[in-house]
């Protein structure tokens, strides 16, 4: 997937660009509206997250323009107030999501994919893999006919995981992922997440591999 960010804030920017992009989606930065509209016009994207308080305007005046223009594109706007008022005018100008600063990576996560998943079609959450069924929705995991309920960490590990087979992480990636910038943790949580996932992923037709020296990676037999 193909991402515009439009925010003037360096270091949220350059979060939400690391963030997304361990997911494999390449996210273009533009740092006011002028650039924004400058990148829509020569690129499609396949999702837009807009802040709307910008140092050269109003970003509902670009929604206002973007949805004006029949464009398709889902856009997730990012505002610092909180008010009932200024969401519903978001919502009233055509954006698919709003989040309210200061933002949470795994919920802009889920709401990406939600978004997503509205704009094409998509009604299915449930993946599968031999006897393996996994909702990510009901944080729970179902091996044959046993359904095995996911603490949070353990869903965001595993669902990191199942969307990606055969991709290697590497620990510090699962440290990012999975904990926010300013939690004091190590790398050997990781290992006790994967620890967990194992036991719970015993006589399913899908292993967690250790690849010495890089990381984990998910592997379908």
Not at 57 to 79: E, M, N, Y
Not at 107 to 132: K, T, Y
Not at 137 to 163: C, H, K, M, Q, V
Not at 184 to 206: P, T
């Amino acid at each position: 997937m193909r991402f515009l960010l439009i925010e003037d804030n360096t270091n949220l920017a350059q979060a939400v660009v690391e963030r997304l992009s361990l997911d494999g989606h390449v996210v273009d930065h533009a740092v006011n509206l002028s650039d924004g509209h400058a990148f829509c016009a020569t690129t499609d994207y396949d999702m837009i997250l807009l802040d709307i308080m910008l140092p050269d305007g109003d970003g509902r005046a670009f929604l206002k323009h973007h949805r004006a223009s029949q464009s398709k594109t889902p856009v997730i706007a990012i505002t610092a107030r909180s008010e009932v008022s200024d969401r519903v005018s978001i919502l009233d100008l055509g954006a698919d999501d709003y989040m309210v600063k200061p933002i949470d990576f795994a919920e802009l996560e889920a709401r990406c994919r939600a978004v997503l998943r509205r704009n094409g079609g998509g009604a299915q959450n449930l993946i599968q893999h031999g006897n393996c069924r996994f909702d990510p929705l009901a944080g729970t995991l179902y091996i044959d006919d046993t359904s095995i309920p996911l603490r949070a960490r353990e869903l965001r590990l595993f669902e990191l995981l199942i969307n990606a087979p055969n991709q290697i992480f590497s620990k510090s990636q699962l440290v990012d992922r999975l904990f926010s910038y300013d939690a004091d943790v190590s790398e050997n949580a990781i290992e006790v997440y994967i620890g967990r996932l194992r036991k719970h992923l015993e006589g399913a037709k899908i292993v967690i591999r250790t690849v010495r020296g890089l990381g984990y990676k998910l592997e379908l037999l």
